[in-house]
């Protein structure tokens, strides 16, 4: 033997068994590393010397050329399937039919999952793999040898000895929860088709004709039995497993005996119980007789072992058919399908209900009405459509119809619009949510409108649930969160379950929520996207509503952690007629806001001509080449009339160019100057601003960021800085104030201690920060 031979060989040996401990027993005994180490050297190796490449090498299992069919294999012995119970009943007649048959009081059982994958039958000749099949229909299967060949935990030659001759193992290829996540993202990820659950993904995986894709996905084997054998291994099944286990195939963990069949039952709890804890799925677990001679004795059934049983847990898929699409109507309006089922028994539950989330899921599914579809049941979670079967799609179903009139009120539904502006261009592209634009006018809208505005973060209206909020709005007696502060305690009274005590105390609580803070009450009006952070943070920085109300989308994108997006739903609830006529109403009924007031520094400070010239996304225009402009120009009326020449001294030729294009289009040039307009209007013109600035504590100096910082992002200690009146800029010069260096600060730092430049921690930083003054 050569040396390379005989280190090949080594090779082998000790990553078959690296694989058996870590597949087989679930061991692991060397590092991950340590393994892919010793593997790279036998691929090494075998790459120099072809001619010493056996099929049983570990390197072996990376799939093949892709066949155009797989061939036909005939199962000596048959592939059987199995009885099943559903109720305890069934297995302790299935118990009694044993005994009767052996003519005896107890036996024992082999307890173990049944795994939800497919069945496979491997064949090793002399130890070596020879053959993988599929189950088919039980007779003939198909031979899918290359492709079992890639699955990690088949093993390509069997450890040990004393096999038989020939021996035929048999059990179930499946995949575990983590490995089919893992696949659908990555399935997803590459825009390819994701698999509707784990046993769908490894039948697909398995039967490949490309053995390369069948090698690339997570596909584990669980031996469960026999089939041909050249001579019998031990006098019981639980005997086979453990011996095909030391020849180096994977067993279940689970695998159990029991005396008697109420040991069977307490197992089948047992897992039960921790069925959604285990790696892999399982639909539910198999009853063998333990003995061999007892199953000879008893024999089959048709196509079904008297000796076997499968005690199934209720499913948590199920079939049934959709007998209509219907639309749910949410507080702001979105129209949601929802699907109506015949009514099917889930995992014990009844489900007649299940969400379609939007039509683009309706779309995704190919979903008729009148079709037949998988549902699912998983936990507490609400069921979903999983899938259609197409094959069973009646002549009459139909399309479902997309929402036009919103089935509350009646309004006209539209398909929301999602606004994307890069680089001065608007495109519009159509969103998934359908939406009803009665708005107040739709009962569903309203009640849910004032189900939040009395909630406890909002107007925080005690007393008021859902039940009465129905009732007012089923009765009329409100038609609009104004309404509420016009209730009189008669009115309340004439409800259902109120009574003198009760009618007084709702009128006392309604009156006593007259004044909210500004924020609650920006929170309260229910405006999309807008939750409590963003309701604080526009009372803080605008402080009246008067500017909320009156801010364009552009200036709010000024405001810390306002996009564009949310900018534009502020704009558009405020433009709407209806919202300004409620919010007056609710004011003339006597709401009083409190903690109006001033303008905020912080927003002045950010409010700087060179921000605005770079919000304006002109092509080419990035914050280098804004700050440039606005030097040069102090406003916008004077950027706007700028002419060529003027231009080209500050920025390259294609930007002038841009510039120009830009407020020579004279709708683009209106808007940008009511945006500056409104900011004076706001008291921040420019010049103002500066002023605002100079007062503020860090006015007047530069500061630069480096390294990086553990309690907050670059970008927000920028925000702080800058809310402080200080510049950021991104180098350090003899004019720099100070740097705040966090970890991993590099040259900016090496700099600045050179230049004598004033250097902080962040420690010290967010101790300034915390205490800006002090300084
Ligand atoms: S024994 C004659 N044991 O269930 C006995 N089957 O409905 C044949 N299965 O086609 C099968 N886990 O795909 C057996 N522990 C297990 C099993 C199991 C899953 C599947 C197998 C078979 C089907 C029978």
């Given at each position: 033997?050569?040396?390379?031979?005989?280190?090949?060989?080594?090779?082998?040996?000790?990553?078959?068994?690296?694989?058996?401990?870590?597949?087989?027993?679930?061991?692991?005994?060397?590092?991950?590393?340590?393994?892919?180490?010793?593997?790279?050297?036998?691929?090494?190796?075998?790459?120099?010397?072809?001619?010493?490449?056996?099929?049983?090498?570990?390197?072996?299992?990376?799939?093949?050329?892709?066949?155009?069919?797989?061939?036909?294999?005939?199962?000596?012995?048959?592939?059987?399937?199995?009885?099943?119970?559903?109720?305890?009943?069934?297995?302790?007649?299935?118990?009694?039919?044993?005994?009767?048959?052996?003519?005896?009081?107890?036996?024992?059982?082999?307890?173990?999952?049944?795994?939800?994958?497919?069945?496979?039958?491997?064949?090793?000749?002399?130890?070596?793999?020879?053959?993988?099949?599929?189950?088919?229909?039980?007779?003939?299967?198909?031979?899918?040898?290359?492709?079992?060949?890639?699955?990690?935990?088949?093993?390509?030659?069997?450890?040990?000895?004393?096999?038989?001759?020939?021996?035929?193992?048999?059990?179930?290829?499946?995949?575990?929860?983590?490995?089919?996540?893992?696949?659908?993202?990555?399935?997803?990820?590459?825009?390819?088709?994701?698999?509707?659950?784990?046993?769908?993904?490894?039948?697909?995986?398995?039967?490949?004709?490309?053995?390369?894709?069948?090698?690339?996905?997570?596909?584990?084997?669980?031996?469960?039995?026999?089939?041909?054998?050249?001579?019998?291994?031990?006098?019981?099944?639980?005997?086979?497993?453990?011996?095909?286990?030391?020849?180096?195939?994977?067993?279940?963990?689970?695998?159990?005996?029991?005396?008697?069949?109420?040991?069977?039952?307490?197992?089948?709890?047992?897992?039960?119980?921790?069925?959604?804890?285990?790696?892999?799925?399982?639909?539910?677990?198999?009853?063998?007789?333990?003995?061999?001679?007892?199953?000879?004795?008893?024999?089959?059934?048709?196509?079904?072992?008297?000796?076997?049983?499968?005690?199934?847990?209720?499913?948590?898929?199920?079939?049934?058919?959709?007998?209509?699409?219907?639309?749910?109507?949410?507080?702001?309006?979105?129209?949601?399908?929802?699907?109506?089922?015949?009514?099917?028994?889930?995992?014990?539950?009844?489900?007649?209900?299940?969400?379609?989330?939007?039509?683009?899921?309706?779309?995704?599914?190919?979903?008729?009405?009148?079709?037949?579809?998988?549902?699912?049941?998983?936990?507490?979670?609400?069921?979903?459509?999983?899938?259609?079967?197409?094959?069973?799609?009646?002549?009459?179903?139909?399309?479902?119809?997309?929402?036009?009139?919103?089935?509350?009120?009646?309004?006209?539904?539209?398909?929301?619009?999602?606004?994307?502006?890069?680089?001065?261009?608007?495109?519009?592209?159509?969103?998934?949510?359908?939406?009803?634009?009665?708005?107040?006018?739709?009962?569903?809208?309203?009640?849910?409108?004032?189900?939040?505005?009395v909630?406890?973060?909002?107007?925080?209206v005690d007393g008021l649930g859902?039940k009465i909020v129905?009732q007012l709005?089923?009765?009329?007696l409100v038609?609009?969160?104004?309404?509420l502060y016009?209730l009189t305690q008669e009115q309340v009274l004439a409800l259902?379950g109120f009574a003198e005590v009760s009618s007084r105390n709702l009128v006392n609580a309604i009156a006593a929520s007259?004044?909210?803070?500004?924020?609650?009450?920006?929170?309260?009006?229910?405006?999309?996207?807008?939750?409590?952070?963003?309701?604080?943070?526009?009372?803080?920085?605008?402080?009246?509503?008067?500017?909320?109300?009156?801010?364009?989308?552009?200036?709010?994108?000024?405001?810390?952690?306002?996009?564009?997006?949310?900018?534009?739903?502020?704009?558009?609830?405020?433009?709407?007629?209806?919202?300004?006529?409620?919010?007056?109403?609710?004011?003339?009924?006597?709401?009083?806001?409190?903690?109006?007031?001033?303008?905020?520094?912080?927003?002045?400070?950010?409010?700087?001509?060179?921000?605005?010239?770079?919000?304006?996304?002109?092509?080419?225009?990035?914050?280098?080449?804004?700050?440039?402009?606005?030097?040069?120009?102090?406003?916008?009326?004077?950027?706007?009339?700028?002419?060529?020449?003027?231009?080209?001294?500050?920025?390259?030729?294609?930007?002038?160019?841009?510039?120009?294009?830009?407020?020579?289009?004279?709708?683009?040039?209106?808007?940008?100057?009511?945006?500056?307009?409104?900011?004076?209007?706001?008291?921040?013109?420019?010049?103002?601003?500066?002023?605002?600035?100079?007062?503020?504590?860090?006015?007047?100096?530069?500061?630069?960021?480096?390294?990086?910082?553990?309690?907050?992002?670059?970008?927000?200690?920028?925000?702080?800085?800058?809310?402080?009146?200080?510049?950021?800029?991104?180098?350090?010069?003899?004019?720099?104030?100070?740097?705040?260096?966090?970890?991993?600060?590099?040259?900016?730092?090496?700099?600045?201690?050179?230049?004598?430049?004033?250097?902080?921690?962040?420690?010290?930083?967010?101790?300034?920060?915390?205490?800006?003054?002090?300084?």
């Amino acid at each position: 033997m050569t040396t390379a031979q005989t280190r090949i060989l080594e090779l082998r040996q000790e990553l078959d068994e690296h694989n058996y401990r870590y597949y087989v027993l679930d061991e692991p005994s060397i590092p991950d590393a340590e393994y892919d180490r010793l593997f790279r050297e036998l691929k090494a190796l075998e790459a120099d010397n072809p001619q010493l490449v056996t099929p049983d090498s570990p390197t072996q299992r990376v799939g093949g050329a892709a066949l155009s069919a797989f061939a036909t294999v005939r199962h000596e012995i048959p592939m059987l399937s199995l009885g099943n119970a559903f109720e305890e009943q069934d297995l302790l007649d299935f118990d009694r039919r044993v005994c009767d048959g052996l003519e005896t009081q107890a036996v024992e059982y082999s307890c173990e999952p049944k795994l939800d994958g497919l069945a496979v039958s491997l064949l090793y000749q002399d130890g070596q793999l020879v053959r993988g099949a599929t189950r088919g229909d039980g007779t003939t299967g198909e031979d899918i040898s290359v492709n079992v060949r890639t699955i990690r935990n088949v093993p390509l030659r069997l450890k040990g000895s004393g096999w038989p001759t020939t021996l035929e193992v048999r059990g179930e290829v499946y995949m575990s929860k983590a490995g089919f996540e893992r696949l659908n993202a990555a399935q997803a990820e590459a825009g390819g088709k994701t698999f509707a659950n784990p046993r769908n993904a490894a039948a697909g995986s398995l039967r490949q004709l490309d053995s390369r894709i069948t090698a690339s996905r997570p596909l584990e084997f669980c031996c469960y039995g026999i089939g041909q054998v050249s001579h019998d291994i031990a006098d019981t099944h639980i005997g086979n497993l453990k011996q095909l286990q030391q020849w180096g195939l994977p067993i279940s963990r689970e695998l159990k005996l029991a005396n008697s069949v109420e040991q069977c039952l307490e197992y089948y709890r047992d897992i039960g119980a921790r069925r959604q804890a285990l790696a892999y799925e399982i639909d539910g677990v198999v009853f063998k007789v333990n003995s061999i001679g007892a199953q000879r004795e008893l024999g089959f059934r048709s196509r079904e072992p008297r000796w076997a049983l499968a005690h199934k847990f209720p499913a948590s898929e199920e079939m049934t058919e959709l007998l209509d699409v219907e639309f749910q109507v949410g507080r702001t309006g979105a129209v949601t399908p929802v699907a109506r089922l015949k009514p099917v028994k889930v995992a014990g539950v009844t489900v007649a209900n299940a969400t379609l989330h939007n039509m683009d899921e309706v779309a995704r599914l190919g979903l008729m009405i009148g079709d037949t579809v998988i549902i699912r049941r998983a936990g507490d979670v609400i069921p979903q459509v999983m899938q259609v079967v197409t094959d069973r799609r009646p002549a009459d179903a139909r399309p479902v119809p997309v929402p036009t009139a919103c089935p509350v009120c009646g309004s006209e539904v539209e398909r929301t619009q999602l606004i994307k502006r890069s680089k001065g261009k608007q495109t519009v592209i159509e969103g998934v949510v359908y939406r009803c634009v009665g708005r107040l006018a739709c009962a569903a809208q309203l009640k849910q409108a004032i189900i939040h505005f009395v909630s406890r973060r909002a107007m925080d209206v005690d007393g008021l649930g859902d039940k009465i909020v129905e009732q007012l709005v089923d009765t009329g007696l409100v038609r609009s969160p104004a309404d509420l502060y016009t209730l009189t305690q008669e009115q309340v009274l004439a409800l259902e379950g109120f009574a003198e005590v009760s009618s007084r105390n709702l009128v006392n609580a309604i009156a006593a929520s007259r004044t909210p803070a500004l924020a609650r009450f920006i929170f309260a009006l229910g405006i999309p996207e807008v939750g409590e952070e963003t309701a604080k943070v526009l009372a803080r920085s605008l402080g009246t509503l008067q500017r909320i109300m009156a801010a364009k989308p552009l200036v709010l994108t000024y405001l810390p952690d306002i996009g564009n997006e949310v900018a534009y739903e502020i704009g558009h609830f405020f433009e709407e007629e209806h919202n300004r006529t409620v919010i007056a109403q609710l004011l003339e009924r006597g709401i009083e806001l409190q903690g109006e007031g001033e303008l905020h520094a912080e927003f002045a400070a950010a409010t700087s001509f060179e921000g605005l010239v770079a919000k304006l996304d002109i092509p080419y225009v990035g914050p280098g080449a804004a700050q440039k402009l606005a030097q040069k120009f102090g406003a916008l009326d004077t950027l706007a009339q700028a002419d060529w020449l003027d231009l080209r001294q500050v920025v390259a030729e294609r930007t002038a160019k841009a510039v120009r294009e830009y407020f020579d289009d004279p709708q683009r040039r209106a808007e940008a100057l009511a945006v500056e307009a409104q900011l004076r209007d706001f008291g921040m013109h420019w010049a103002s601003v500066k002023k605002v600035v100079e007062g503020l504590p860090l006015a007047g100096q530069t500061w630069v960021l480096t390294g990086t910082l553990e309690s907050m992002s670059r970008d927000e200690a920028k925000d702080k800085l800058e809310a402080l009146g200080a510049k950021v800029a991104g180098s350090v010069s003899a004019k720099t104030h100070t740097v705040v260096a966090g970890p991993g600060a590099g040259s900016k730092l090496a700099k600045a201690q050179q230049l004598g430049v004033a250097v902080m921690d962040e420690a010290q930083f967010a101790a300034m920060l915390a205490e800006p003054s002090g300084l």
